[in-house]
């Protein structure tokens, strides 16, 4: 786990800007251990501006709700209802004046990429993984498609855009035993 955290660091810094604000969510323990958050030795090696388990952050003035986990679904088309949910609840807590009405939400922990719009309650996303399906948690957890890759994302002037980079690898494709 601390390789890892070596190398989420090195990248990070390697492609930030001087003037670039990190900010970031803690994630789950299988990820990222169950003793300590080493996400704190990555936020503080790369200056983060801020490390929480659910971020708000203002990015030119589109509001974006941040968190790693969210549920998943067995069903290809069941996909999107636990980020629609999860905007639900965002719009429920700012109604009572408790959280910020959020533009955007993105969740990650589920392995695939999924974008949806609603008029009432904004975008909602997953964000695809960096781990593959031939990895070790990636071929025993995961029943569904995986998606590799990650969101580049640019605000300007209160819009935003994005764009889902994703990568087919070797290591998804499942190779037959011979008998």
């Not at 003035?61 to 968190?67: E, H, I, S």
């Not at 790693?68 to 996909?79: A, L, N």
């Not at 996303?125 to 031939?134: D, E, K, R």
Request: proline share 3%.
């Amino acid at each position: 786990t601390n390789v890892q955290a070596e190398m989420a660091s090195w990248t990070l810094r390697r492609y930030m800007g001087n003037d670039t604000k990190l900010f970031m969510t803690y994630g789950t323990p299988y990820h990222t251990g169950s003793v300590s958050d080493v996400e704190s030795l990555i936020a503080h090696d790369c200056n983060a501006t801020e490390i929480g388990g659910q971020v708000f952050m203002d990015a030119d003035g589109v509001m974006f709700d941040l968190k790693h986990k969210v549920g998943s679904s067995g069903i290809p088309h069941g996909r999107a209802g636990s980020i629609k949910k999860a905007a639900l609840w965002n719009n429920l807590w700012a109604g009572a004046d408790e959280q910020p009405r959020a533009d955007v939400l993105v969740r990650s922990h589920v392995h695939y990429h999924q974008a949806c719009y609603d008029p009432d309650f904004g975008w909602q996303m997953t964000t695809p993984a960096l781990q593959g399906f031939g990895s070790k948690y990636g071929s025993r957890q995961c029943e569904g498609r995986v998606h590799f890759g990650l969101i580049y994302v640019e605000c300007d002037n209160g819009k935003f855009s994005f764009n889902p980079l994703t990568a087919k690898l070797k290591a998804h494709k499942s190779k037959a035993v011979r008998v």
